[in-house]
């Protein structure tokens, strides 16, 4: 069984930056694809940015060369760096973990909130 806690959220202003944590249990973590996603009041949850096993990672253009997504091994670690923060990234920010090996396994923390200033 994997689980997942968030931290790191906070209010910020509009260009400031805030650094998330997830903390990931479990013995699968090396196998574990791990994302970022957030949900914004009356919006759709939306992926923000993901990191395989092997540490590669993806962003959508949105938040492409503001956030970085990193994960430590051996603290079985994930990061989300968010810089140059914007009013409408604004929501509540959740870690996801999806088993490489076994995909239909997903995991979800109970998320963190963001809220951006103007």
């Known amino acids: 069984q994997v689980q997942l806690i968030e931290s790191g959220g906070g209010l910020v202003q509009s260009g400031g930056s805030l650094k998330l944590s997830c903390a990931v249990s479990?013995?699968?973590?090396?196998?574990?694809?791990v994302g970022w996603y957030r949900q914004a009041p009356g919006k759709r949850r939306e992926l923000v940015a993901q990191?395989?096993?092997?540490?590669?990672?993806t962003y959508p253009d949105s938040v492409k060369g503001r956030f970085t997504i990193s994960r430590d091994n051996a603290k079985t670690m994930v990061y989300l760096q968010m810089n140059s923060l914007k009013p409408e990234d604004t929501g509540v920010y959740y870690c996801?973990?999806?088993?490489?090996?076994?995909?239909?396994?997903?995991?979800w923390g109970q998320g963190t909130q963001v809220t951006v200033s103007s």
């Open positions: 996801n973990a999806r088993d490489e090996i076994s995909p239909t396994s997903v995991y």
């Open positions: 479990g013995t699968m973590f090396s196998r574990l694809s």
């Open positions: 990191v395989t096993g092997g540490a590669i990672a």
